[in-house]
């Protein structure tokens, strides 16, 4: 599969739109019983939004982020990303589009502890067959950005909970994706420190134009978004618009 | 991804790794040790018995009392050294025996050899040595020693004898030289030769004219023999006129192959004997070297398997941010092939100390000439089949990895 998705053909009526979702169905089997985590969303997110998804736990909000996330195809119902159909995908064309598409970051960091933090931020362009020295200086740009160059060689053991998520956010840019996708982002953090998370994803949406979707349960989040989508029960409840600058 | 990040992601969590894949390393490395152990002092003997077969005259024909295939007597070739020690009390070879068997063709020569122990004294001491008396007519042609001063026997030889030159210089105090006088059984016999050592058990022989011999040996009578050796006019021909010896021995003698009384056995024979032994021998523990590899690989899969556990999560993580089944795959394949790789090489190590400890552990026996060391070869074969191992036992556990769902992977605690 080499269809380059970052320039879908777009066939959708709304030239934006970057991720839609029409009528989407998650249902789990559980032994005799079906589960319905989600049960019909529709949800249009467009390039260069900073959307929050809002809901308390059991609300279907991660089943919404692993469809989001194009780590899930969903049971039923349509999922589009930049026009092109990718609910029937298999699993290692979803991998590529995750790869080259969306960077993801993780209420736990998610960094692989046998690797240093450098080796950790050129993760996503190894798995892209990316050359190995531009991968290293594309890498190092990335650290210093977030401002951990100094910390190039240490494990992910030996960095503050802060720090561990700012080489999640490095990483999560190495491939220059079109979707920063964060799953309680600051779920293990202090404030001060989640401040400081959100603040410099705020900037990024602003000065490089990034699309950032938010997963949370915090309400104190909604500050920073320019929509916010409640979840409940595996159905939309409302859509916020705020005015952000 | 390109291999080299296979490789070093497989490194990184080898490095990264507990105490517990360390310690699953050592099945592998007992095992390639063991084999590689093995497999070098099979190569080295076998390098050994070649040799001794170069030396080794193989138209020699031994016919022994007994039915029982007496392969360890050495023939006439190891310098009449040991000769059968009377498998059977009750059955004799004689000279009647060498008398039927003067019609078989493609007989060079024949005779009749005994042999005993018996005390010898030289110059007041006192050593029980093995005493083999031969036909000194055709001896000095047929045996394959060679002196290291003095003569062979000569026909018209008596009381004299040709000694190992274990017997000239290491069994009395004093070193028995030249024309120096042993007494055997009150008799006293002039040494006229010193035979080259052989380092067998030939080297602590005396070799003298059955005639005089049969009156130092006790028991011995004169026409019966202990041996009758015989050589065939070419090598080619031995096993043929060995078959036909037997054939003439059971008619003269009124037996048939269930009652056979004696043995007849080419030295190519005998030397295909021992080194079927040794074949079989090496199999087994070769064998036993092969159980505990597969011990080995069933530990490192057990690793393997508890380690995709541990690292569910990273898979997951991987996974989401673009790894592809294959990737996982081969990261993990890798990593259990580097497991068997330093198991491998650990275990080469262990093995070729083992080569170097063989001459400590009695191999003299085999003439003292197993070279040491490990060939490059063997080497190369121990660490092959160690990364083999380790890829067969990664393979299921890799697989099992490559499969996770991530969404399932993620979430797992």
Known sequence: MSDNFAEGSNKDTNSSSLLKLED??????????????????????????????????GSGKSTLMNLLGCLDIPSKGTVFLNGKDISHLGESELATIRGQMI????QQFNLIPTLNTIENVMLPLEFQNADPSSAKKKAAELLDLVGLSEKARNLPSQLSGGQRQRVAIARSLAVDPDIILADEPTGNLDSKTGTYILDFLYDLHKKEGKTIII??????????????????????????????? | MRNSNYLKMALSILLHSKIRSWLTIIGIVIGVGAVVGIMSLSEN?????????????????????????????????????????????????????????????????????????????????????????????????????????????????????????????????????????????????????????????GDNSIIMPIDAAVTLIEDAEPDVFDTIVVKAESMDIAENVSAEIEE?????????????????????????????????????????????????????????????????????????????????????????????????????????????????????????????????????????????????????????????????????E
Do not use: C
Request: hydrophobic share 45%; aromatic share 6%; net charge negative.
């Open chain 1, 24 to 57: 989407v169905w998650k249902i789990y089997q559980m032994g005799e019983t079906e589960f319905a985590a989600l049960k019909g969303i529709d949800l249009t997110i467009s390039k260069g939004e900073f959307v929050i998804i809002l809901g308390p736990s």
């Open chain 1, 103 to 106: 960077g993801f970051i993780f």
């Open chain 1, 215 to 245: 997963v949370t349960h915090d309400v104190t989040l909604v500050r920073y978004a320019e929509r916010v989508v409640h979840i409940r029960d595996g159905l939309v409840e409302s859509i916020e618009e705020r005015q952000n600058n």
């Open chain 2, 45 to 201: 003997m076998q390098k050994d018995m070649e040799e001794r077969l170069s030396e080794m005259d193989l138209t020699a024909i031994t016919i022994s009392p007994g039915s029982s295939r007496a392969m360890m007597s050495m023939g006439p070739g190891g310098g009449g050294g040991g000769g059968s020690s009377a498998s059977s009390e009750d059955t004799n070879l004689t000279k009647k025996d060498i008398m039927a068997l003067k019609s078989v063709d493609g007989i060079q020569y024949m005779y009749g050899q005994i042999s005993g122990q018996e005390d010898v004294y030289f110059l007041g001491e006192e050593a029980e040595l093995s005493i083999t008396g031969v036909d000194p007519q055709v001896w000095q042609y047929s045996t394959t020693d060679t002196v290291e001063s003095g003569r062979l026997l000569e026909p018209s030889d008596n009381y004299v004898a040709v000694i190992g030159s274990g017997v000239a210089e290491d069994v009395f105090d004093n070193e028995v030289g030249l024309n120096q006088v042993l007494t055997i059984a009150g008799k006293s016999v002039r040494v006229v030769g010193i035979l080259e050592s052989e380092g067998g058990s």
């Open chain 2, 248 to 412: 003439k021995l059971m008619l003269s003698r009124h037996v048939t192959e269930k009652d056979q009384d004696f043995s007849v056995s080419t030295s190519a024979s005998m030397v295909e004997t021992a080194s079927e032994m040794m074949e079989s021998m090496t199999l087994f523990l070769a064998a036993i070297a092969g159980v505990s590899l597969v011990v080995g690989a069933v530990g490192i899969a057990n690793t393997m398997f508890t380690s995709v556990m541990e690292k569910t999560r990273e898979i997951g993580t991987m996974k989401a941010i673009g790894a592809t089944n294959k990737d996982i795959l081969m990261i993990f394949m890798m990593n259990s092939a580097l497991v068997g790789f330093v198991g491998g090489i650990l275990g080469v190590i262990v093995g070729s100390m083992v080569t170097a400890l063989f001459p400590l552990l009695g191999m003299q026996m085999m003439g003292g000439s197993v070279s040491v060391g490990l060939s490059p070869t063997l080497t190369a074969f121990g660490l092959s089949i160690a990364v083999a191992v380790g890829v067969i036992s990664g393979v299921v556990p890799a697989f099992q990895a490559s499969r996770m769902k991530p969404v399932d992977a993620l979430r797992y």
